[in-house]
């Protein structure tokens, strides 16, 4: 884009002032074109724009991969959340040492494979293989690279692909209940076991989305976390991604019980501690007022876990993240007969197919009583 601003001087030359945006650099400079005639002008305008545009697309050929992904985050990824550009830069820096310092166009499928080979899980590969995917795209789009060799790397090494994801049996959900009981935790656990939405939305669920009289609860954003020294950190209320993540859930009786009592206990805590401004309205916080971050209860479970293992070495409680507890609604969402449709609207997907695929997990106890169902026609 060009922006051009002409002033006649005493003497009648004309000033010519342009500042340039281009979409991969952003060059500002003041150009001075003096002519004796405004005709003179326009042709010399018209010869610097030219110039100007030739330059649009031309990438140093010996620019390092560090050098483009600088390029590519601060321009391409310049309106993307604070915390995705966090989780690219965490990706990114798995594969700087190994790649970051060789040029854009040294890069081939065996370079990259071999330093692919290199991280420690399939998951890493494959998230590294997507981030870089999207880098090298931009640079085919910029010319320096004829095509991209990130695409035919294999992030699949040690065989096993996805892991299965971990989800509850109703004893387990009832242990982990009772054992969270009076705590900080138990109503967290019980909205999330109770409307599958997501860690980040329970945090961020302020009162004016508990509609009481209704029994629903309106999501409409997520609580982000910005890590930083001592009380540098910083919370952040995040809009869904997509229009699906606006979304109503009905509050089933235990959900309700468990958010009127909370309402309560918010009460009494406000009396005694001032909350953080900005977020005065939180349904769940700390003992002192403050908002809780993902990190937070991850801690609290793995806490819960490791006791749970102690006071019962005989029957192992396997490790549980918090969207583990997500996955375990939907599934029981599903075993007990939701139809898929409605269940995506619940969990704020986009697709049918995404629900599907990501949350719609059998129990083994579940395949066992669906078999025995067959053998009854045989």
């Avoid at 090298?136 to 690279?145: C, F, G, I, K, S």
């Avoid at 900005?278 to 809780?292: A, D, H, M, R, Y």
Wanted: aromatic share 8%; with cysteine; hydrophobic share 35%.
């Amino acid at each position: 884009m060009l922006l051009c601003h002409m002033r006649s001087s005493f003497s009648m030359s004309l000033l010519y002032h342009a500042y340039v945006y281009l979409e991969f650099l952003i060059l500002a400079c003041t150009i001075y074109i003096l002519a004796p005639t405004i005709t003179e002008v326009g042709r010399k305008q018209r010869e610097k724009i030219f110039e100007n545009e030739k330059q649009i697309n031309v990438i140093d050929t010996k620019m390092t991969l560090d050098e483009w992904y600088d390029k590519w985050i601060t321009v391409c990824k310049k309106h993307c959340r604070t915390t995705t550009k966090r989780t690219y830069a965490i990706q990114y820096n798995r594969l700087r040492e190994s790649l970051g310092w060789r040029k854009l166009t040294s890069l081939n499928l065996i370079v990259l494979q071999d330093a692919f080979n290199e991280l420690g899980s399939d998951k890493s590969r494959s998230d590294c293989k997507a981030l870089l995917v999207d880098i090298l795209n931009r640079a085919v789009e910029a010319d320096p690279l004829l095509k991209n060799p990130a695409i035919g790397i294999n992030p699949i090494i040690d065989g096993r692909g996805k892991s299965e994801k971990r989800i509850l049996s109703r004893e387990e959900m009832e242990i982990l209940l009772e054992n969270s009981q009076g705590g900080m935790m138990y109503p967290i656990f019980v909205v999330a076991l109770g409307t599958g939405m997501r860690i980040g939305e329970i945090l961020g669920l302020t009162w004016d989305c508990v509609d009481f009289d209704n029994r629903v609860i309106t999501v409409k954003q997520t609580l982000a976390y910005l890590p930083g020294d001592g009380h540098n950190a910083q919370y952040e209320f995040h809009q869904p991604k997509t229009q699906a993540g606006f979304r109503k859930i009905p509050m089933i009786k235990k959900v309700y019980d468990v958010l009127a009592y909370q309402q309560t206990y918010r009460k009494d805590i406000a009396t005694r501690f001032s909350p953080r401004e900005g977020f005065e309205n939180l349904v769940f916080t700390s003992k002192t007022n403050n908002p809780i971050n993902a990190a937070n209860v991850k801690d609290s479970i793995n806490y819960i876990v490791a006791r749970i293992n102690r006071e019962n070495p005989d029957q192992f409680f396997e490790h549980l993240t918090p969207h583990g507890l997500r996955h375990t609604f939907a599934t029981n969402c599903i075993e007990n007969g939701m139809e898929p449709k409605t269940l995506q609207k619940i969990l704020g997907h986009n697709s049918l197919q995404m629900t599907m695929d990501l949350y719609c997990h059998v129990r083994e106890s579940t395949l066992t009583d669906e078999m025995e169902r067959i053998a009854n026609f045989m």
